[in-house]
């Protein structure tokens, strides 16, 4: 990142602290941490991902309108881009992820770049889930992985 102010805000949700970095133009990371680990200086577009991170949470809120900065490699970013697609209660495996994206053997590549998502919750990296059905691999860990997808409706309560 350049010199550009960065600003960060805390979310205590239910799948514990949430942790939102973003600049005056863009987020640039949403992630979970053990609590608050600096000052919060929230600016305008932090304040608004902390308002609809909450709405996600209290059921108001299934898609997110907010201007992201996505910075990884060309491969992860069009990775990135097509989980954004992926619709609330729905789920894509790292296969069909690799297909949709014209590179039906990377699902290995795929992975690896779900894992190195920056924008937890609002980069749906937690709706990608294996060929079998299972859930695997998730930075959160996979209770909060099995918490969202059920939260969304695509697992059972």
């Known amino acids: 990142m350049s010199s550009e102010a960065r600003y960060c805000g805390y979310l205590e949700s239910p799948i514990g602290w949430i942790e939102i970095i973003g600049s005056e133009k863009s987020i640039l990371s949403v992630d979970y941490v053990d609590e608050p680990q600096e000052q919060s200086t929230e600016s305008a577009l932090v304040n608004m991902a902390l308002k609809q991170l909450s709405e996600y949470f209290q059921d108001t809120r299934k898609i997110f309108d907010l201007r992201l900065c996505l910075a990884g490699t060309d491969f992860q970013r069009e990775v990135w881009n097509h989980l954004l697609q992926i ?25 690896a770049a779900n894992g190195r998502n920056p924008i937890s919750i609002i980069v749906p990296c937690h709706r990608v889930i294996g060929s079998d059905g299972s859930l695997t691999g998730y930075g959160g860990g996979l209770w909060r992985k099995k918490w969202l997808l059920k939260h969304e409706g695509f697992l059972a309560k």
Do not use: S
Request: proline share 8%.
């Open 87 to 111: 619709p609330f209660g729905q789920a894509a495996t790292y296969h069909e992820v690799a297909e949709r994206i014209g590179k039906p053997k990377a699902v290995r590549a795929v992975g």
